[in-house]
């Protein structure tokens, strides 16, 4: 019973995989950031993984980046959605249609 | 031994809450549960050796980001169940491709890293966050700065979206009023 790579990435693999499915069915958008922190989370798993058994730092120093990125992405996203919200109201998906896209 | 039931019952955990996460309709829960999994992520990191990336989940993770969507939370008026509509068949198509390749590459991941050489091997005889600090501030020194910068940048433009103009309800206006709002805006002396 040892725990090898391929059980880490396997694993790294079904937390992406929930947080595209949670991507795919959000429509509210505090919802589909919690979505994107499950992606980048995801990812950091399978950086710590091969870091460990590569034996190389790289890996853990990307994780570290990316956890520093998602930080970023919270606060920028936030206040974008805070400016949004106290202009109409909402925070549904689907009303963000101004520019008709 | 230890270490395979440690994974197995941390990976249950962590796919459950992230499941929770993702399917319910109550945004308490949503956070509640994504709360729990960030905390059952680290223990990977701890199993892992990677003892200062485990921290540091725990920290930024559910210390800043758990904090700022709980602040979104009782901003935003998320007791209001949103319909989750069916989505654009185009998008879940591209996901799922999306999601099949990275499979593919993630069971052909572990044949390519036999060739992997470690550039930055990690010593004997030194500590996890030891090792981190020496790469971190030799190898890596100018992305670190500009992870720096960005932080800063991002806490700058998150105060000005976010705290611009607080005393007023921009919802409660018509976008004339808004435009006209840059003009004669000035501060009350007393607050609201």
């Known amino acids: ?101 | 031994m230890f270490e395979a039931i440690a994974f197995y019952l941390f990976a249950a955990l962590t796919i459950v809450m992230f499941t929770i996460t993702v399917m319910t309709s109550q945004a308490l829960y949503a956070i509640t549960a994504m709360a729990a999994g960030m905390i059952f992520i680290s223990a990977f990191f701890f199993i892992l050796g990677a003892d200062f990336l485990g921290a540091i989940q725990i920290i930024v993770y559910t210390g800043a980001v758990m904090a700022l969507y709980a602040f979104g939370m009782m901003f935003f008026d998320t007791t209001r169940n949103v319909v989750e509509k069916r989505t654009n068949p185009q998008i879940v198509f591209v996901l799922g491709v999306l999601a099949a390749v990275m499979v593919v590459a993630i069971f052909v991941a572990p044949i390519v890293s036999n060739n992997i050489q470690a550039l930055y091997p990690i010593q004997e005889g030194v500590g996890n966050s030891q090792a981190v600090g020496m790469v971190l501030f030799t190898k890596y020194l100018v992305p670190f700065e500009l992870a720096a910068v960005m932080l800063l940048v991002a806490m700058i433009g998150g105060i000005v979206l976010a705290g611009k103009k607080m005393d007023r309800s921009l919802t409660l206006m018509a976008e004339e009023e808004i435009g006209l709002m840059d003009e004669s805006y000035e501060p009350k002396a007393g607050g609201h």
Not at chain 1, 17 to 44: D, P, S, Y
Not at chain 1, 92 to 99: A, C, I, R, V
């Open chain 1, 1 to 101: 019973m040892e725990v090898t790579l391929t059980h880490y990435l396997v694993l790294s693999t079904i937390l992406f995989a929930i947080g595209l499915i949670g991507v795919m069915r959000r429509k509210n958008l505090l919802m589909l950031f919690f979505a994107t922190e499950i992606l980048l989370n995801a990812t950091n798993i399978a950086f710590a993984a091969i870091s460990h058994y590569i034996g190389d730092l790289s890996g853990q120093m990307f994780a570290f980046f990316i956890i520093a990125i998602a930080a970023s992405e919270v606060a920028i996203g936030l206040g974008l959605l805070i400016v949004w919200y106290k202009r109409t109201g909402k925070i549904d998906l689907d009303q963000m249609n101004s520019m008709r896209g």
